[in-house]
């Protein structure tokens, strides 16, 4: 290879010059003040997991497998995949193709920003020699591979239901900026690098281009124009991304890193959640993910939004969508970042509770029963629980057929776990609860604590510290009678279809246990969304402001999808989705407890 | 000319007004779902405000529909207007040709165990007012028992209440439960017995006298709060939370038999008739009459009219009235037509 | 006239001090406070009540009197556990309401 164009230098690659300058700048003072917003205990634990060699495999698998794979948007919809992972992954190898390129051939030009991007421009080479067929065969290979996506993305703008989506955001004005820059890049380099194939040699696909329009023009006038095109597009990216949607490319990288560290959000704005703030890449998976959004008049209220809002420092919205969100955590586990909003908007309730007046001096008043017997297992109902009787009566009957010494700790209503103060942004006043709950269980000298309510389950697993304590739900304590044979149920040929409620599915990850269950009583019917998308029921302690006619209206669609294969009854492991769902459904809905009491032989 | 009335209810109401459309000469068909005839009131023990025995008035009421026509056991298959005529195709394959129908088809009393915080079904104390009215006429209830010292009543069960779907009142209730109140209290002289209210909707003639001689004469201890969550005790009694909202204070009380006053809401028989012909219905469920004041027995389709407790809930002697009132706006159809 | 007696503070609740503006401002960010008819199941159900005086009801009604110190003592001991929110037949939005009073009223005398 030998260089064209002496000194390797040329002035149209001043814009792009420019918007990676600029670019390069405006991160490296955002990753500062991120750094800076860090509590110091964060920081240190981020810095130390820099030479934790297994946190960093981990780093480097998520940064390849999400953000040039895109794994979890392949398992979602193939199209939308391959989309995305074209455009990232090509354009990845685009660059580091480019930069071996100089490593390898014109070395003094290494350091040079621009010269691996405009490399064709600047270096000929003879398409017959085996350098030059091998990369620039890889070039055009990747090139077109981008191209391919850059030609989905187009598509899907008009029809983003071919990729599994019903509805996509609508783009601001740096977003359309960014969008049209983005797909105009690759075919404009399509076109330069086609242009200059004739001197500078090219592959199976620069080469036929140049064939195509040297017929037509005839002349070569055409090259500095695309290269100027070409250069002005990836400048002006550069210039928008910041304050647009693609801002998500690079974030991701620093997201992975703090969330594999073990960052956690504890402001709505700044430090970690800033992080996952310009992470989203808007892509508008959650607007079909939000259980509100059976309502068109709540799209506004999707995650997405809400980041978007948090950019802009939009303070009412940012509050009003924060304190409506059910906080059933479907758009967090769908998203394919993994922004944790909902972590952010209790981190945003907070900046409004956590000043609000409390008094649980009462607290003091609570001790522990004393108690001679000492049983193994404890069974802590949870305060709704209270309200759902045939739980309570079904879980005692349980108990007792499987001959449980068990010691029923709230049977006269027990203290508040705390999660529904988590959820309000109230984490001081949850503290509160959760250490004098801590100090009670652990008195009771008890093995396993057995829950019927998910709320309760998860904020056990997530803030208590009771070391040496087994926390189980129902539904897993129920699973793990009849397998070890501490009961039987009689199985029969009705049909039900199991509901997983958001804080058991998504927040505790337990979808099979209960599901074992319901299939030892009869047929498990599915429904048309299930496990990590089931739909709120509705009732969730989690929104704020969520009236009472917009939450039976999700109640009304959530009953619809888990219907749909018509089942004799529904079932679900949650007291609140069970009231909830009992009030509205045509079809019997029952708890798991109360199925398996009913059938216990 | 086809005089042919077809009445859809066999309660109370179907039964007045078959009997006054007999008498103005119209060719009356009465069906009903069950096998016997009086609707909810065949299963009832006493009326408020006197304590007339329930049999007192339906005797009468299915005396004067001789020469009605009416089958028992029989549902509506299907009702469509052809021409100006409703042709309703019965459960036991008759076809009845009719210019006008009168819907009689009353109430259900809401399903207790739906409020699922008050243990119908659950407790073995837990009983509803309808379980209570078959105590009185059989004296057997296994759920009732020997000598309870405590009793409480629950008013509101399903009525004013959003989270169960209803959010009207339903008129009776109240009357009923200081009515069972004062039965309970003659039958069980020991009992302390309390009525749980939200108000005391005493609105009839005759209806305050009968709370005045429950506090008085019987002693019944009215707490104003209505009751939030009911629990078992290791006896198998009924521990039961509210508030007492006149002192501002939580309070808790155990109970041997507890009665839920579950209260109206639109038949589900008439709502899937309602549905085959799409007579409307408001947002509590009951059919929409014409006007709210002057044409209370009409439907906005031509020849369809309403009377009773479809309509929203009523009492006794409102839905005699009634009765009377839509035989009228019949016959009146029927001249205006001719 | 004055007979002197202007020492001990009346128990008598005057409406005078009710505060509407503050009221208006409540009823704006949770109208659902204009929908209580005063039935108890908060209170009852409450499972802080079972340890401290808290109740919803009582501290509407404070606040409806004039009396806003005393409305948010009513509700200082809240766990904000949602119960209230289930039995409530008129549908309130408690928790928020809650929220939404110690905010209001959170400087009150």
Redesign the interface.
């Known amino acids: 290879m030998r260089e064209r164009i002496a000194g390797g230098y040329d002035n149209f690659v001043i814009p792009f010059m420019i918007g990676i300058i600029f670019l390069l700048v405006y991160l490296f003072i955002g990753l500062i003040r991120i750094l800076k917003h860090v509590p110091g205990e964060d920081r240190k634990r981020l810095f130390l997991s820099f030479v934790n060699p297994k946190i960093i495999i981990k780093d480097l698998r998520d940064i390849i497998c999400d953000c040039l794979l895109h794994v979890k948007i392949f398992k979602r919809n193939i199209l939308l995949g391959y989309m995305h992972a074209s455009i990232a992954f090509g354009w990845f190898m685009l660059i580091v193709i480019g930069h071996i390129e100089v490593a390898l051939f014109v070395p003094q030009r290494n350091g040079s920003l621009y010269y691996p991007v405009f490399y064709r421009f600047f270096v000929a080479e003879q398409n017959y020699t085996l350098k030059g067929a091998f990369f620039f065969f890889l070039m055009d290979f990747f090139l077109l591979i981008v191209l391919g996506g850059v030609g989905l993305a187009m598509y899907k703008r008009v029809r983003s239901i071919a990729m599994g989506m019903r509805r996509t955001t609508k783009p601001c004005f740096a977003d359309r900026v960014a969008l049209y820059c983005l797909w105009s890049i690759f075919p404009l380099r399509l076109l330069a690098e086609g242009f200059t194939a004739g001197i500078s040699g090219g592959s199976f696909l620069t080469k036929p281009v140049n064939m195509l329009f040297a017929n037509f023009f005839g002349n070569d006038l055409n090259i500095y124009p695309t290269w100027w095109a070409y250069s002005i597009a990836l400048g002006l990216f550069f210039l928008a991304m910041p304050f647009s949607r693609y801002m998500h490319i690079p974030t991701e990288v620093l997201l992975i890193v703090m969330r594999n560290a073990g960052l956690k959000v504890t402001r709505p704005r700044k430090g970690f959640a800033e992080a996952e703030i310009y992470s989203c890449s808007s892509c508008g998976i959650c607007l079909d993910a939000c259980p509100m959004n059976v309502q068109k008049k709540n799209i506004n209220y999707s995650s997405v939004y809400f980041i978007r809002f948090l950019r802009r420092h939009n303070t009412r919205k940012i509050n009003e969508i924060a304190d409506k969100c059910l906080m059933c955590g479907k758009c967090v586990v769908l998203c394919p970042v993994g922004v944790e909003s909902c972590n952010i908007k209790m981190a945003q309730r907070g900046t409004v509770t956590e000043k609000l007046p409390y008094d649980y001096s009462y607290l003091q008043e609570i001790h522990a029963p004393v108690k001679e017997k000492k049983e193994k297992v404890l069974y802590f109902a949870g305060c709704m629980t209270h309200l759902t009787p045939s739980i309570i009566k079904s879980m005692q009957k349980i108990f007792e057929a499987a001959g449980e010494d068990y010691y029923f700790a709230d049977s006269d209503g027990g203290l508040c776990c705390g999660r529904p103060l988590m959820m309000a942004g109230k984490k001081e006043a949850a503290k509160e609860l959760i250490k004098k709950n801590s100090e009670l269980f652990m008195a009771s000298g008890c093995e396993t604590i057995v829950l019927s309510c998910p709320i309760c389950l998860r904020v056990f697993k997530e803030e208590y510290r009771l070391p040496g304590i087994k926390l189980l739900h129902h539904t897993q304590y129920i699973d793990s009678l009849i397998k070890e044979g501490r009961i039987s149920v009689n199985k029969d040929d009705t049909s039900f279809v199991y509901h997983d409620p958001c804080e058991l599915g998504r927040g505790c990850k337990i979808y099979d246990e209960p599901r074992n269950v319901v299939a030892a009583l009869g047929e498990l019917r599915h429904a048309s969304k299930e496990k990590k998308e089931s739909i709120c029921c509705g009732g969730s302690v989690g929104s704020l402001t969520l009236n009472f006619d917009d939450r039976a209206k999700i109640t009304r669609e959530s009953i619809k999808a888990l219907t749909v294969e018509n089942p004799d009854k529904i079932i679900t492991a949650c007291p609140l989705c069970l009231k909830t769902f009992s009030d509205q459904s045509m079809v019997p809905v029952n708890d798991i407890a109360e199925a398996v009491a009913e059938k216990i032989a | 000319m086809n005089k042919n009335v077809m009445v859809i209810g066999g309660g109370p109401c179907g039964l007045e007004a078959s009997a006054q459309l007999h008498k103005m000469g119209y060719n009356v068909i009465l069906i009903e779902k069950e096998k016997q005839l009086g609707g909810h009131l065949a299963k009832w023990d006493r009326l408020f405000p006197e304590g007339i025995e329930a049999k007192e008035v339906l005797q009468p009421l299915v005396d004067n529909i001789n020469g009605v026509k009416y089958f028992l056991d029989t549902e509506v298959v299907s009702i469509n207007l052809l021409d100006k005529e409703y042709n309703v195709i019965l459960s036991n394959g008759i076809t009845v040709l009719s210019k006008a129908v009168l819907m009689t088809s009353g109430f259900d009393l809401f399903p207790a165990e739906?409020k699922?915080?008050y243990?119908y079904g659950?407790?073995d104390r837990v009983i509803t007012n309808a379980d209570l009215e078959k105590f009185f006429a059989t004296g057997k209830d296994p759920r009732v028992v020997e000598n309870p010292k405590r009793i409480g009543f629950v008013h509101?069960v399903g009525s004013?209440?959003?989270?169960?779907?209803n959010r009207y009142c339903s008129k009776v209730c109240c009357a009923t439960a200081v009515k069972q109140a004062c039965e309970m209290k003659a039958l069980f002289p020991d009992a302390e017995i309390f009525c749980f209210y939200?108000?005391l909707r005493m609105f009839g003639r005759g209806y305050e006298d009968m709370y005045l001689k429950a506090q008085k004469d019987y002693g019944i201890r009215f707490i104003?709060?209505?009751?939030?969550?009911?629990?078992?005790t290791l006896e198998k009694q009924v521990l039961v939370?509210?508030?007492?909202?006149l002192s501002?204070k939580?309070?808790k009380v155990t109970l041997d038999l507890l009665v839920l006053m579950a209260g109206m809401q639109n038949a589900k028989s008439g709502i899937r008739i309602g549905e085959m012909i799409s007579m409307k219905r408001s947002d509590d469920g009951f059919f929409t009459t014409k006007g709210s004041i002057l044409s209370l027995q009409e439907c906005d389709k031509a020849g369809i009219f309403y009377a009773g407790a479809c309509t929203g809930p009523k009492t006794l002697p409102d839905t005699l009235n009634e009765a009377r009132a839509a035989a009228v706006s019949i016959h009146n159809y029927f001249n205006k037509e001719n | 006239m004055d007979f002197g007696y202007s020492l001990s503070p009346s128990s008598r609740i005057d409406l005078d001090l009710f505060d509407r503006n503050r009221f208006n401002t409540l009823a704006e960010i949770e109208p659902d406070v204009l929908k209580c008819m005063a039935c108890g199941s908060c209170t009852a159900t409450c499972t802080a009540g079972k340890y401290a005086k808290n109740s919803l009801r009582s501290a509407i009604l404070y606040l409806q009197n004039g009396q806003d110190k005393q409305a948010l003592e009513y509700l200082k001991p809240c766990m904000l556990c949602g119960k209230c929110f289930m039995v409530c037949p008129r549908g309130i939005n408690t928790r928020h309401l809650i929220l939404s009073i110690l905010k209001i009223y959170n400087n009150a005398k």
């Not at chain 2, 104003?224 to 078992?232: I, Q, T």
């Open positions: 739906k699922e915080e243990g659950i407790y509101c004013r209440d959003e989270k169960a779907g939200m108000d104003r709060g209505r009751v939030s969550e009911v629990s078992e939370k509210a508030e007492d909202t501002g939580p309070l």
